[in-house]
């Protein structure tokens, strides 16, 4: 489609976005559900015991399948341009987490609650969960490790925002074992093009590239020039 279009539509989109409350109420009311889920979910799961073995493939699995899954989302909402749609606003916002090396500084618990405001997925997924979990045996792992990667998805995007403001040793070391997102690594996504989309620990880039490569165009060439001619605030961070 035309740029000069897709710039215009951008522009109308993140318009809406600064002029009607809707959308950051909406986005408080997502980040409430799904941290509501979040804690509802996990104390649902306080009377049950696993032991600890299983405990910890279950978040191994979790730590692994959460970042994989949220770096998918990443990829498919860097690609999409549908600005003139109610959550055209929303998708504009987004992209322009590209155009902001560094966040304003927040306090960690703020960061998890605001930016958990921005899955909207992630309510559908919480809220299935909850409805199945009754399904499952209360000693079941694959039970732990849903919900686990629910609550993980939210922790991604702390360990976003720590690659890109901290300077802690604590923060570099926990990157250098892969627990949190490793700097080096992130900084491709923003360097180059169609590349790095995991944001909890990265371990699962190599394939969403490989997949990215082969359904995807990149955002360089696309999205990244849609806000361009936009002059208004920083990104959602």
């Not at 999409?80 to 987004?94: C, Q, R, V």
């Not at 169609?194 to 371990?203: E, H, M, P, Q």
Request: charged fraction near 15%.
């Amino acid at each position: 489609m035309d740029l000069e279009l897709k710039q215009q539509q951008f522009n109308l989109a993140m318009e809406r976005y600064e002029r009607n409350r809707f959308y950051k109420i909406f986005g408080k009311c997502i980040a409430f559900s799904n941290v509501t889920l979040q804690i509802f979910l996990l104390l649902a799961l306080l009377p049950f015991s696993i032991g600890w073995p299983r405990q910890i493939i279950a978040l191994l699995l979790a730590f692994l399948v959460t970042d994989f899954i949220n770096g998918l989302v990443h990829l498919y909402m860097d690609h999409n341009d549908s600005y003139e749609t109610w959550a055209g606003p929303l998708i504009a916002n987004f992209h322009l987490h590209h155009r902001t090396p560094k966040y304003q500084d927040h306090n960690l618990l703020a960061v998890y609650f605001v930016e958990t405001g921005s899955k909207i997925w992630l309510v559908f997924y919480l809220g299935l969960v909850a409805c199945l979990s009754p399904l499952f045996p209360p000693n079941s792992v694959l039970l732990f490790t849903l919900v686990y990667i629910g609550v993980l998805s939210s922790v991604a995007e702390v360990s976003h925002y720590l690659c890109h403001n901290s300077r802690s040793p604590v923060v570099d070391f926990l990157a250098r074992l892969r627990i949190l997102l490793s700097k080096k690594q992130h900084s491709l996504h923003h360097r180059e093009d169609n590349i790095s989309y995991t944001f909890l620990n990265g371990l699962t880039d190599p394939l969403v590239n490989i997949i990215a490569r082969k359904y995807f165009t990149g955002y360089k060439n696309g999205t990244d020039l849609h806000f361009a001619k936009y002059r208004g605030g920083q990104a959602r961070e």
